[in-house]
């Protein structure tokens, strides 16, 4: 696990394991490290309920702490652009 404030290099194991539990719940066309409009995401995948395509975005990391509101706004932050591009 990271230290206190610092991404480890086990968000690839975090992710992995992230990707096994969404296939089991029967993700399908799950794609690893997909380039986007503004960001290369961690995971991504699409549903089509009701005939509606939604797109999703995953991104795993290993903060080794629960996550601050600081944390989550710079997150945010730096996904804007696919939020807004509507990726």
């Known amino acids: 696990m990271a230290e206190e404030g610092q991404v480890s ?3 690839r194991v975090f992710e992995g394991r ?6 089991l719940r029967g993700v399908h066309a799950l794609t ?3 380039q986007l409009s503004s960001k ?3 995971l991504y995948f699409e549903e089509f309920p009701y005939g509606r395509r ?3 975005a995953v991104e795993c990391k290993d903060y080794g702490r ?3 509101r600081s944390d989550i706004e710079e997150i945010y932050i730096c ?3 696919c939020i807004r591009d509507r990726d």
């Open 66 to 68: 629960p996550l601050t």
């Open 9 to 11: 290099n086990d968000g």
């Open 79 to 81: 996904h804007l652009g």
């Open 18 to 23: 992230i990707a096994q539990l969404m296939e």
């Open 40 to 42: 290369k995401v961690d």
């Open 54 to 56: 939604k797109k999703y």
């Open 32 to 34: 690893r490290e997909k």
